[in-house]
């Protein structure tokens, strides 16, 4: 059975950086077939997908509101998937949440539906 679970909330200003990382039980990190994610929810709106990558081949994919700021990685030895957050911005602020889409990579990946595990979220504040 597939674990996600994100590290705890963080507080900044605006221009820091934060990470979040999201620890994965069960086996699943190495697995080829998959897509990992990131996925924010700020109050009142929708979830959306922040970053993906691509088990097979490291391949990424990033919303336009967060390209050149954030980095999403992988690291098999230690089980996690990473989202590194540079120049937050109070727009940023929200829930992050992990996740892992069954079907792996392909346009289905940018949308909330279809995922089969998600971890509890971790919220991000960005404030001054």
């Known amino acids: 059975q597939v674990q996600l679970q994100e590290s705890g909330p963080g507080l900044v200003k605006p221009s820091q950086t934060l990470s979040r990382t999201c620890t994965v039980s069960g086996g699943a990190i190495t697995t080829s077939t998959l897509a990992w994610s990131w996925f924010r929810q700020a109050p009142g709106k929708e979830r959306e997908v922040v970053a993906c990558i691509n088990s097979r081949d490291g391949s990424t994919l990033y919303v336009d509101s967060v390209k050149g700021r954030f980095t999403i990685s992988r690291d098999n030895a230690k089980d996690t998937v990473n989202l590194q957050m540079y120049f937050l911005k109070p727009e940023d602020t929200a829930v992050y949440y992990c996740?892992?889409?069954?079907?792996?990579?392909?346009?289905?990946?940018?949308?909330?539906?279809?995922?089969?595990?998600w971890g509890e979220g971790t919220k991000v504040t960005v404030s001054s």
């Open positions: 996740g892992v889409h069954p079907r792996g990579w392909g346009p289905w990946i940018q949308v909330a539906y279809g995922y089969d595990h």
